[in-house]
């Protein structure tokens, strides 16, 4: 029994827990295994500890420790600081985007150079269609009494009246 417990305990150093009788047996006493790990992780305890170490406790200078703080700092602190602080190229697009929609804005009341510039476009091309109505419309008057004149003649030279 002893020559299998030392090959059991082998094999679990070695991570190798495959083998059918610790499965066989490890059905019949898991209170055994329980120990042996206890007794395992003891040992693992001792093993780390060589020489002057478990004597000798050296810190790192460098080595930051976490320190312990109060849940009312942590609230006033969150609350003092609703508002992160912004990178410069984040400042920077905000402003772009502020600008932006000012000029948008200024656009659409018509107040900027570009506003001015399209509305009068905008008015010489409406006055350039009315003219044209105009005209067409002229020209469809003056065709419509030709029209009338020639048929008036055409009538005369037949003899017809109406």
């Keep these: 029994m002893k020559r299998e417990e030392k090959e059991r305990k082998w094999r679990e150093e070695r991570g190798d827990t495959g083998s059918s009788e610790d499965e066989a047996r490890g ?4 209170a055994s295994e329980s120990e042996t790990e206890s007794s395992s992780e003891e040992s693992e305890a001792e093993v780390k500890a060589k020489g002057v170490e478990n004597l000798i406790h ?47 804005r200024l656009h659409a009341k018509g107040k900027t150079e570009e506003a001015r510039a399209d509305l009068a476009r ?34 005369r030279a037949l003899g017809k009246k109406t």
Excluded: M
């Design 27 to 30: 059905k019949d006493d898991g």
């Design 122 to 155: 905008l008015a010489i091309i409406k006055q350039q269609r009315e003219e044209a109505a105009k005209r067409r419309e002229e020209e469809k008057k003056e065709k419509e009494a030709a029209k009338q004149t020639k048929t008036a003649q055409v009538q």
């Design 58 to 104: 050296v810190e790192n200078p460098n080595r930051v420790q976490k320190k312990a703080k109060k849940l009312s700092t942590l609230n006033e602190s969150v609350d003092s600081s609703v508002k992160p602080e912004l990178s410069r190229r984040e400042r920077k697009q905000l402003d772009h985007q502020r600008a932006q929609a000012d000029y948008q």
